[in-house]
Protein backbone atom coordinates (compact mmCIF):
# COMPACT_ATOMS: atom_id res chain seq x y z
CA UNK A 1 0.00 0.00 0.00
CA UNK A 2 2.79 2.74 0.83
CA UNK A 3 4.17 1.90 -2.94
CA UNK A 4 1.12 3.66 -3.93
CA UNK A 5 0.61 6.45 -1.68
CA UNK A 6 3.52 8.57 -3.31
CA UNK A 7 1.47 8.10 -7.03
CA UNK A 8 -1.67 9.15 -5.81
CA UNK A 9 -0.41 12.07 -3.56
CA UNK A 10 1.42 13.02 -7.28
CA UNK A 11 -1.92 12.52 -8.55
CA UNK A 12 -3.46 15.15 -6.47
CA UNK A 13 -1.00 17.48 -6.56
CA UNK A 14 -1.57 17.26 -10.38
CA UNK A 15 -5.19 17.46 -10.05
CA UNK A 16 -5.39 20.49 -7.94
CA UNK A 17 -2.46 22.44 -10.51
CA UNK A 18 -5.36 22.44 -13.23
CA UNK A 19 -8.47 22.41 -10.98
CA UNK A 20 -7.09 25.60 -8.65
CA UNK A 21 -6.78 28.90 -10.45
CA UNK A 22 -10.44 30.13 -10.98
CA UNK A 23 -10.49 30.71 -14.50
CA UNK A 24 -13.77 30.91 -16.58
CA UNK A 25 -14.74 27.44 -15.75
CA UNK A 26 -15.15 27.97 -12.10
CA UNK A 27 -16.76 31.55 -12.48
CA UNK A 28 -19.31 29.81 -14.49
CA UNK A 29 -19.25 26.88 -11.73
CA UNK A 30 -19.87 29.74 -9.15
CA UNK A 31 -22.49 30.98 -11.11
CA UNK A 32 -24.56 28.17 -11.40
CA UNK A 33 -23.99 27.44 -7.82
CA UNK A 34 -25.55 31.08 -6.71
CA UNK A 35 -28.71 29.85 -8.77
CA UNK A 36 -29.45 25.68 -8.69
CA UNK A 37 -26.88 24.15 -6.04
CA UNK A 38 -28.31 20.83 -7.34
CA UNK A 39 -27.31 21.90 -10.74
CA UNK A 40 -24.00 23.15 -9.76
CA UNK A 41 -22.95 19.80 -7.90
CA UNK A 42 -23.63 17.81 -11.07
CA UNK A 43 -21.81 20.50 -13.62
CA UNK A 44 -18.91 19.87 -10.56
CA UNK A 45 -18.91 16.49 -11.02
CA UNK A 46 -18.64 16.77 -15.18
CA UNK A 47 -15.92 18.95 -14.75
CA UNK A 48 -13.61 16.34 -12.60
CA UNK A 49 -14.80 13.66 -15.43
CA UNK A 50 -13.29 15.32 -18.08
CA UNK A 51 -10.08 15.87 -15.95
CA UNK A 52 -10.25 12.53 -15.17
CA UNK A 53 -10.49 11.43 -18.84
CA UNK A 54 -7.59 13.39 -20.12
CA UNK A 55 -5.49 12.08 -17.64
CA UNK A 56 -6.34 9.00 -17.45
CA UNK A 57 -5.80 9.25 -21.90
CA UNK A 58 -2.26 10.84 -20.73
CA UNK A 59 -1.65 7.75 -18.50
CA UNK A 60 -2.37 5.19 -21.38
CA UNK A 61 -0.15 6.84 -23.86
CA UNK A 62 2.26 8.75 -21.77
CA UNK A 63 3.98 5.66 -20.42
CA UNK A 64 4.11 3.81 -24.02
CA UNK A 65 5.95 6.94 -25.73
CA UNK A 66 8.46 7.29 -22.72
CA UNK A 67 9.08 3.23 -23.33
CA UNK A 68 10.01 4.08 -26.95
CA UNK A 69 12.60 6.98 -25.85
CA UNK A 70 14.65 5.11 -23.42
CA UNK A 71 18.26 7.22 -24.50
CA UNK A 72 16.74 10.23 -24.55
CA UNK A 73 14.12 10.05 -21.48
CA UNK A 74 15.95 13.01 -19.63
CA UNK A 75 15.33 15.45 -22.95
CA UNK A 76 11.79 14.24 -22.55
CA UNK A 77 11.21 15.17 -19.29
CA UNK A 78 12.95 18.28 -19.74
CA UNK A 79 10.92 19.32 -22.63
CA UNK A 80 7.80 18.53 -20.42
CA UNK A 81 8.83 20.24 -17.72
CA UNK A 82 9.06 23.43 -20.38
CA UNK A 83 5.74 22.87 -21.35
CA UNK A 84 4.50 22.60 -18.39
CA UNK A 85 6.86 26.04 -17.02
CA UNK A 86 5.15 27.89 -20.21
CA UNK A 87 1.32 26.42 -19.02
CA UNK A 88 2.29 27.86 -15.50
CA UNK A 89 3.87 31.28 -17.28
CA UNK A 90 0.85 32.27 -18.87
CA UNK A 91 -1.28 31.49 -16.05
CA UNK A 92 0.77 33.29 -13.36
CA UNK A 93 1.08 36.50 -15.97
CA UNK A 94 -2.62 36.40 -17.18
CA UNK A 95 -3.10 36.87 -12.81
CA UNK A 96 -0.97 40.29 -12.83
CA UNK A 97 -3.62 42.22 -14.26
CA UNK A 98 -7.35 42.82 -14.15
CA UNK A 99 -8.50 40.45 -16.95
CA UNK A 100 -10.17 37.42 -14.49
CA UNK A 101 -14.32 36.74 -15.83
CA UNK A 102 -15.67 38.34 -12.84
CA UNK A 103 -18.33 36.57 -10.87
CA UNK A 104 -22.00 38.33 -11.05
CA UNK A 105 -24.96 37.78 -8.74
CA UNK A 106 -28.28 37.01 -10.64
CA UNK A 107 -29.91 39.41 -10.54
CA UNK A 108 -32.63 41.04 -7.99
CA UNK A 109 -36.35 40.61 -9.46
CA UNK A 110 -38.27 43.77 -8.59
CA UNK A 111 -41.58 42.24 -6.79
CA UNK A 112 -44.25 42.20 -8.56
CA UNK A 113 -47.65 43.12 -7.83
CA UNK A 114 -49.90 41.65 -6.09
CA UNK A 115 -52.15 39.19 -8.05
CA UNK A 116 -55.01 36.69 -7.15
CA UNK A 117 -54.34 33.57 -5.55
CA UNK A 118 -53.97 31.13 -8.18
CA UNK A 119 -54.76 27.04 -7.73
CA UNK A 120 -51.49 25.29 -6.93
CA UNK A 121 -51.43 23.13 -9.95
CA UNK A 122 -50.81 26.34 -11.95
CA UNK A 123 -47.86 27.81 -9.75
CA UNK A 124 -44.57 27.67 -11.52
CA UNK A 125 -42.18 25.38 -9.62
CA UNK A 126 -39.64 26.59 -7.38
CA UNK A 127 -36.23 26.86 -9.22
CA UNK A 128 -38.31 26.62 -12.66
CA UNK A 129 -35.61 27.92 -15.27
CA UNK A 130 -32.94 26.75 -14.18
CA UNK A 131 -30.96 23.55 -16.09
CA UNK A 132 -31.18 20.27 -14.25
CA UNK A 133 -28.49 18.15 -13.30
CA UNK A 134 -28.18 16.23 -16.48
CA UNK A 135 -28.00 19.14 -18.56
CA UNK A 136 -25.34 20.97 -16.62
CA UNK A 137 -23.34 17.61 -16.39
CA UNK A 138 -23.30 17.91 -19.70
CA UNK A 139 -22.82 20.99 -20.52
CA UNK A 140 -19.71 21.54 -18.41
CA UNK A 141 -18.26 18.44 -19.50
CA UNK A 142 -18.78 19.82 -23.39
CA UNK A 143 -16.86 23.02 -22.17
CA UNK A 144 -13.91 21.68 -19.96
CA UNK A 145 -13.12 19.22 -23.24
CA UNK A 146 -12.74 22.22 -25.51
CA UNK A 147 -10.05 23.26 -23.24
CA UNK A 148 -6.59 22.14 -25.10
CA UNK A 149 -4.25 23.29 -22.24
CA UNK A 150 -5.89 20.56 -20.17
CA UNK A 151 -4.67 17.53 -22.49
CA UNK A 152 -1.76 19.43 -23.14
CA UNK A 153 -1.04 19.57 -18.99
CA UNK A 154 -1.98 15.88 -18.59
CA UNK A 155 0.13 14.67 -21.68
CA UNK A 156 3.61 16.19 -20.55
CA UNK A 157 3.17 15.58 -17.15
CA UNK A 158 2.47 11.70 -17.50
CA UNK A 159 4.96 11.73 -20.43
CA UNK A 160 7.81 13.16 -18.03
CA UNK A 161 7.17 10.61 -15.52
CA UNK A 162 5.76 7.28 -17.88
CA UNK A 163 8.24 5.07 -16.52
CA UNK A 164 7.01 5.34 -12.69
CA UNK A 165 3.38 4.96 -14.16
CA UNK A 166 3.50 1.72 -16.52
CA UNK A 167 1.97 -0.67 -13.97
CA UNK A 168 -1.58 -0.58 -13.51
CA UNK A 169 -1.90 -0.61 -9.56
CA UNK A 170 0.78 2.82 -10.12
CA UNK A 171 -1.25 4.33 -12.90
CA UNK A 172 -4.72 3.38 -10.77
CA UNK A 173 -3.69 5.58 -7.90
CA UNK A 174 -2.55 8.43 -10.16
CA UNK A 175 -5.59 8.71 -11.34
CA UNK A 176 -7.39 8.07 -7.76
CA UNK A 177 -5.42 10.99 -6.81
CA UNK A 178 -6.07 13.34 -9.83
CA UNK A 179 -9.97 12.53 -9.83
CA UNK A 180 -10.10 13.14 -5.97
CA UNK A 181 -8.38 16.88 -5.48
CA UNK A 182 -10.54 17.52 -9.07
CA UNK A 183 -13.88 16.57 -7.56
CA UNK A 184 -13.21 17.89 -3.86
CA UNK A 185 -12.11 21.53 -5.14
CA UNK A 186 -14.61 21.75 -7.45
CA UNK A 187 -17.56 20.88 -4.87
CA UNK A 188 -15.91 23.53 -2.67
CA UNK A 189 -16.36 25.90 -5.09
CA UNK A 190 -20.21 24.85 -5.40
CA UNK A 191 -20.16 25.34 -1.52
CA UNK A 192 -18.64 28.34 -1.80
CA UNK A 193 -20.86 29.63 -4.67
CA UNK A 194 -23.72 28.54 -2.30
CA UNK A 195 -22.37 30.69 0.26
CA UNK A 196 -20.29 33.49 -1.20
CA UNK A 197 -20.91 33.90 -4.54
CA UNK A 198 -20.50 37.44 -5.74
CA UNK A 199 -18.45 37.96 -2.38
CA UNK A 200 -15.68 35.88 -3.77
CA UNK A 201 -13.15 39.49 -4.01
CA UNK A 202 -11.02 39.61 -6.54
CA UNK A 203 -7.73 38.93 -4.51
CA UNK A 204 -8.96 36.17 -3.52
CA UNK A 205 -9.27 34.71 -7.15
CA UNK A 206 -5.64 35.99 -8.08
CA UNK A 207 -4.47 34.31 -5.02
CA UNK A 208 -5.91 31.11 -6.35
CA UNK A 209 -4.11 31.78 -9.99
CA UNK A 210 -1.10 32.31 -8.13
CA UNK A 211 -1.32 29.23 -5.97
CA UNK A 212 -2.61 26.72 -8.70
CA UNK A 213 -0.25 27.79 -11.42
CA UNK A 214 2.64 27.86 -8.82
CA UNK A 215 1.74 23.73 -8.29
CA UNK A 216 2.38 23.11 -11.71
CA UNK A 217 5.80 25.18 -11.93
CA UNK A 218 6.94 22.96 -8.93
CA UNK A 219 5.66 20.33 -10.47
CA UNK A 220 7.88 20.72 -13.58
CA UNK A 221 11.17 21.76 -11.70
CA UNK A 222 10.27 18.31 -9.74
CA UNK A 223 10.40 16.13 -13.06
CA UNK A 224 12.86 18.50 -14.93
CA UNK A 225 15.56 17.26 -12.46
CA UNK A 226 18.50 15.52 -12.75
CA UNK A 227 19.00 17.37 -15.73
CA UNK A 228 20.31 15.60 -18.80
CA UNK A 229 23.79 15.57 -19.43
CA UNK A 230 25.54 16.91 -22.50
Known amino acids: MSELMAPAVSGAVAGLGVAVPMGAMSVLLLQEAMRHRGAAVAAAAGIAVVDL ?19 VEAWVR ?30 ARS ?47 TTAQGGGLRSGPTGAAFLAGVALASLLWQQFLVV ?18 RLGHGLVAAYALKIAFPLPRT
Open 53 to 71: GYAALATVLGPRLASHVGP
Open 192 to 209: LGSFAGARVSPTVRLWTF
Open 78 to 107: LASALILLVIAARGLHSARGPRLPQVTAPP
Open 111 to 157: PAPAAPAAPAAASPAVGSGAAGPGRAFGRFVALTAVNPTTALYFAAL
